[in-house]
């Protein structure tokens, strides 16, 4: 971080007020295309089609050619494949994505007093204050160009006083453009678009507001806030605080050391290998769950085991950002085997996933079918209901629970 920028994070709480906010929401245009036509030119201009390449798997981003047809995310490759037959389709490389995404995350951090990573290919930024050295909005211009220059990427940023309003501008800007919404115009800005370009108008809200006759966010804001509450619950105060374009919420400084991690040391020290792998199986179920509930992502696992005489050992792997159990499980089994060689009683086994980002919308779109996303979400659904211990494999019956501790930063 630089000098000044040191400075002006020093001294933002004490002279800011609330009212006088500059935040910017950046985001990577079509992130995993753009990436695929860094690395292959050819495929520039052609509709392309990044996911699971069998007929059951699912789209995970699109190019914007192909979203003439009728494409976006989390369809089904085969709908997309009927719409668009002469698109191209690949797999996808997330270990590249998470390479590009690190680089434009060192940019930012060198750049800004202070930045929130919301996921792989989004950024919140908080520029308050800056207008008193620079220009805010100039030099969330300036970050857009670096970035652009030194990755070779597109990306599109909104600015505005608060981050629902920014995110909605970005959209707003894309493909690779930038938009303003001066204080004071939130209201105005976001009056004539469609309802479900409010950040937290899903699919399921957005249907029933459209079976109410709700079209345009300027309904939203002629509505009386308690007819809100009474038809989407506690989410109805909040969306029609974002249509009125209020948001308090504030930027929160990211960092890369966040992780989240469970142990459990044995009554009696042991070498049953049916016990070990069933504990860490358990542990990473456990895991696993907790970032989808937190909607977050890991990049990174720890397996870690304490032998009798109390030596300990760590390992760890970086991976592709995922929250799915089976791929958690796979490498964690994969470290526990090229860790655990001395072959002699452990009193200690420990499960860590760190470099976490948001990231909930998928779990891993380019392996995953669309039962094996609606599978998750139905046990997720039915572990929030009924506990997390409710519902687990089979090998992992009978492993003593334990709690899993909060998100460490």
């Not at 105060?237 to 960092?255: C, E, F, L, N, T």
């Not at 992502?297 to 159990?325: G, M």
């Not at 997390?388 to 003593?400: N, P």
Request: hydrophobic residues 35%; charged residues 25%.
């Amino acid at each position: 971080m630089s000098k000044i920028a040191k400075i002006i994070k020093a001294t933002n709480k004490k002279y800011v007020r609330e009212v006088d906010r500059n935040i910017v929401h950046l985001d990577l245009d079509s992130f995993f295309v753009s990436v695929e036509v860094l690395q292959n030119s050819e495929l520039k201009d052609k509709p392309l089609l990044i996911g699971g390449s069998g007929n059951r798997g699912v789209v995970s981003s699109c190019s914007y050619e192909a979203r003439k047809y009728g494409i976006h995310s989390a369809m089904p490759m085969k709908m997309a494949k009927r719409l668009c037959p002469h698109a191209i389709v690949l797999g996808g490389d997330f270990e590249r994505y998470s390479y590009y995404s690190k680089m434009v995350t060192e940019v930012v951090a060198e750049s800004v007093p202070m930045y929130e990573k919301s996921s792989i290919d989004e950024f919140y930024v908080d520029l308050t204050g800056m207008d008193r050295f620079f220009g805010a909005y100039q030099l969330a211009t300036e970050l857009r160009q670096r970035i652009i220059r030194e990755t070779g990427l597109p990306i599109s940023f909104g600015f505005s006083s608060n981050k629902t309003v920014s995110k909605v501008a970005t959209n707003e800007s894309k493909p690779n453009g930038q938009l303003q919404v001066l204080r004071g115009m939130e209201k105005g800005f976001l009056s004539p678009l469609t309802v479900n370009k409010i950040p937290q108008v899903g699919a399921k809200t957005y249907h029933l507001l459209r079976n109410m006759g709700v079209e345009r966010v300027l309904t939203l804001q002629q509505m009386p806030v308690e007819l809100l509450e009474n038809v989407l619950g506690k989410s109805g105060h909040s969306i029609w605080m974002k249509a009125q374009g209020i948001d308090h919420s504030p930027v929160i400084p990211y960092s890369e050391k966040k992780s989240i991690s469970a142990e459990r040391t044995f009554t009696t020290d042991t070498t049953d290998m049916a016990l070990l792998n069933s504990t860490l199986i358990a542990m990473t179920e456990k895991l696993a769950y907790k970032l989808r509930t937190k909607e977050k992502l890991t990049a990174c696992v720890t397996v870690k085991v304490r032998y009798s005489d109390f030596d300990t050992q760590t390992t760890q792997k970086s991976i592709p950002y995922t929250a799915n159990d089976d791929e958690l499980i796979a490498i964690v089994k994969e470290l526990f085997l090229k860790l655990y060689q001395r072959r002699v009683l452990l009193r200690l086994v420990g499960v860590r996933f760190s470099h976490l980002v948001n990231g909930g919308y998928q779990i891993n779109l380019f392996s995953d079918t669309s039962e094996q996303i609606n599978l998750y979400q139905a046990i997720d659904r039915m572990k929030k209901r009924f506990g997390d211990s409710s519902l687990t494999r089979a090998i992992a019956l009978g492993v003593k629970q334990y709690d899993v501790p909060s998100f460490k930063g």
